[in-house]
């Protein structure tokens, strides 16, 4: 592990969310020495925290929100003197580990028996997920502590469609979806139809219906899992930044919700914007594949009725 920066002469508050994250950092590098991604680390202190609470009856006041993959935490709610995030070698972003110049005694001012739990909570979680990738703690975590079955089904759409992205990427035959791939698609956007809370999801009620029928089209006129996928991500984060996040947070203070309230409404004319383009190009592709395809047609007939002649 390199070097952490000089201590500070401050940290700041420490409380029992700052403990958590510490332990985490701590417990994962114990566990094998090697780099954790944010995702990680967020994904553990997530899991952590859920145990406190069901387990333990703790609420320790982690900050935390449902969001594009899945529930974590808001490190802008936290002191970030508990780690020290260098750039990654293995993978991009940042690689997390516990602080060198905070160490157990600065917690010292937290009752021995909060401390305890934490830290047992987070061993216990470290033990049993600390050594699974992000994608795999992602996939956990929708699995058993999703909202509801909604984003259950979009995440299975996504999870399918990032697979048969990746096959592309490494050089498939075709750059289309097979039909067996197409009937699978229009399998799990037909889950998501049957999920969707109209009531829940009001606000993005006529979107997604126009989403649902653009992704559709798109599957029809052979468009590439990677398009495909990329336009299920863009209508998961807008879902998530519109909706979720504001029924699924715990402990984000009044101003981040206030900022969340004045993006909302641009968030939502961009997603509605980027739908309606990408079904005006398909529509537009469509049409002129269908003309040619008329065209064909009559050529192919002249020609076999020229040939009845002879």
Request: glycine residues 4%.
């Amino acid at each position: 592990m390199s070097e952490s920066p000089p201590a500070d002469d401050e940290f700041g508050d420490l409380g029992p969310p700052e403990y958590l994250l510490y332990r985490v950092a701590a417990e994962r590098h114990e566990q094998d020495g090697r780099e954790t991604g944010r995702t990680r680390i967020h994904k553990l202190c997530c899991l952590a925290d859920r145990l406190l609470a069901q387990e333990y009856d703790r609420e320790v006041g982690l900050p935390k929100y449902w969001y594009k993959y899945g529930r974590t935490i808001s490190e802008a709610h936290l002191n970030s003197a508990v780690t020290y995030r260098p750039n990654a070698n293995h993978f991009g972003g940042q690689a997390y580990y516990p602080a060198e110049q905070v160490n157990e005694s600065d917690f010292d001012h937290l009752s021995e028996d909060l401390k305890d739990d934490i830290y047992n909570a987070v061993q216990s979680v470290v033990t049993e997920h600390g050594d699974k990738t992000a994608e795999e703690l992602e996939e956990y975590q929708y699995q058993n502590f999703a909202p509801d079955d909604f984003v259950i089904a979009y995440a299975d759409l996504r999870w399918y469609l990032n697979t048969v992205s990746q096959d592309e990427d490494q050089h498939r035959l075709s750059q289309f979806v097979t039909p067996d791939e197409k009937t699978h698609i229009e399998e799990l956007l037909d889950e998501m139809l049957a999920n969707f809370d109209a009531e829940r999801y009001s606000e993005i009620h006529e979107i997604y219906l126009d989403w649902d029928d653009t992704i559709r089209l798109l599957v029809d006129i052979g468009r590439s899992p990677r398009e495909l996928h990329d336009f299920t991500e863009a209508f998961i984060e807008g879902a998530t930044r519109i909706i979720l996040r504001f029924e699924e947070h715990s402990n984000i203070d009044s101003e981040a919700l206030e900022d969340w309230r004045e993006e909302k409404e641009k968030v939502r004319r961009d997603l509605q914007s980027r739908v309606t383009q990408k079904r005006k190009r398909a529509l537009s592709e469509r049409q002129s594949t269908s003309a040619l395809d008329s065209v064909a047609d009559s050529y192919n007939m002249t020609i076999s009725e020229e040939l009845d002649e002879l």
